[in-house]
């Protein structure tokens, strides 16, 4: 049947044309999607990494707090991490701790206890 319809009509294109580069188009999902170099690109992605002046690991992702996948402005992009410990005990959980202060607040690291900050 695929055949019949290619002779038919003609090859079908891709599923998903690719807009002209730098072009915003709406995906499926609602997300603003934008051709750059001919890949296809999240646009609130590619926000958050520019104002973070890095690109996003991989468990990391950007939520939009107003609910509306379309509304990328910075103000409205919270940068979320799906990364966790793996183990329960109290020495893996100290350790992940550190290890995203490392990440996310190095200037953390040798300050004064937060309860003493008070």
Same mark, same amino acid.
């Given at each position: 049947?695929?055949?019949?319809? &290619?002779?038919?009509?003609? /090859? +079908?294109? +891709?599923?998903? +044309?690719?807009?002209?580069?730098?072009?915003?188009? @709406?995906?499926?999902?609602?997300? &603003?999607?934008?051709?750059?170099?001919?890949?296809?690109?999240? /646009?609130? @992605?590619?926000?958050?990494?520019?104002?973070?002046?890095? @690109?996003?690991?991989? %468990?990391?992702? &950007?939520?939009?707090?107003?609910?509306?996948?379309? %509304?990328?402005?910075?103000?409205?992009?919270?940068?979320?991490?799906?990364? =966790?410990? !793996?183990? =329960?005990? &109290?020495?893996?959980?100290?350790?992940? *701790?550190?290890?995203?202060?490392? =990440?996310?607040? +190095?200037?953390?690291?040798? !300050? =004064?206890?937060? !309860? *003493?900050? !008070?």
């Amino acid at each position: 049947m695929h055949l019949q319809r &290619v002779y038919k009509y003609g /090859e +079908p294109g +891709p599923a998903f +044309p690719l807009a002209a580069d730098g072009l915003p188009r @709406r995906g499926n999902n609602g997300y &603003v999607l934008l051709t750059i170099e001919g890949r296809r690109v999240a /646009e609130h @992605r590619l926000v958050m990494e520019r104002a973070l002046g890095r @690109r996003l690991r991989a %468990d990391e992702n &950007v939520h939009h707090v107003n609910g509306n996948k379309g %509304d990328n402005r910075i103000e409205n992009l919270e940068l979320w991490s799906t990364w =966790q410990p !793996s183990g =329960q005990r &109290v020495t893996d959980k100290v350790r992940w *701790a550190e290890e995203l202060l490392r =990440q996310y607040a +190095p200037e953390l690291l040798h !300050s =004064q206890p937060i !309860s *003493a900050r !008070s």
